[in-house]
């Protein structure tokens, strides 16, 4: 297989890594082949604060939202490990969590017995629903364990102008400055997750600031920028033809 994908890598006239995190992947095994590096983008019109929040979730209640599969790597265990933290602290909250996966029979034992009445499962969210969830939240959460090249919630968090809190990861820390754009934590430490959920959710002011903030970032992810990069490197390698 190596000197199979050698051969059609080096039948391409240019490469594109999302980040330098899935550019140092392809490195471990090819550490000659060039790579351009141009994000993958977010569509800022259908993610934005100017989409109309679910009034079932903006009922004065704090809202932390998960959205990703339900599996291992994306780490929705280590969120539901933090519920016992955030109770000291905020005296009301909810998480909602949209996504599927053959994790989701399981998930429940990870929520204390008596605490399962915070988090609520919204399963499946259609095409029109996504955005809604995100401006919705308060708080984006994803606390994923690793293997992220970028993360595209991410871009939709930032787009939506919602803060977020993730792992510090190296594809989430290409994206993400802390303190400014939301806070990184070690990865799998529910105690870290609840201390930065409470960080953002206790201070109106420092969320208010994150939130513009996170809108101005996802700009520069817009897609017709992306384009823009991306563009001249199809021009180019038609012209290798």
């Not at 021009?235 to 290798?240: F, G, I, P, Q, S």
Request: glycine residues 6%; contains cysteine.
């Amino acid at each position: 297989f190596p000197h199979f994908f050698r051969r059609m890598l080096g039948r391409l006239s240019a490469n594109i890594a999302v980040s330098h995190s899935a550019e140092g992947l392809v490195r471990q095994y090819y550490p000659d082949v060039p790579f351009h590096i141009i994000p993958n983008g977010v569509d800022t019109d259908r993610f934005s604060p100017r989409i109309e929040p679910f009034p079932k979730l903006r009922d004065g209640i704090p809202t932390i939202l998960f959205v990703g599969r339900m599996d291992p790597r994306k780490g929705a265990r280590f969120l539901f490990a933090a519920i016992p933290y955030l109770e000291k602290t905020l005296p009301q909250y909810r998480i909602v969590v949209v996504g599927t996966g053959w994790m989701r029979k399981v998930y429940d034992k990870f929520i204390p017995l008596h605490l399962q009445h915070r988090v609520q499962f919204a399963g499946f969210a259609t095409r029109s629903d996504l955005p809604r969830y995100y401006r919705s939240a308060d708080v984006f959460c994803s606390p994923a364990v690793g293997g992220e090249s970028q993360g595209i919630v991410l871009l939709e968090a930032l787009a939506s102008g919602t803060p977020i809190v993730a792992s510090d990861i190296e594809g989430y820390r290409w994206v993400i400055q802390p303190g400014v754009h939301g806070l990184l934590v070690p990865p799998k430490s529910p105690r870290h997750i609840a201390d930065a959920l409470i960080q953002i959710l206790s201070n109106s002011a420092r969320h208010e600031a994150m939130a513009k903030a996170c809108r101005e970032h996802a700009l520069t992810y817009a897609w017709p920028t992306m384009v823009d990069q991306i563009e001249p490197l199809y021009y180019e390698a038609v012209k290798t033809q």
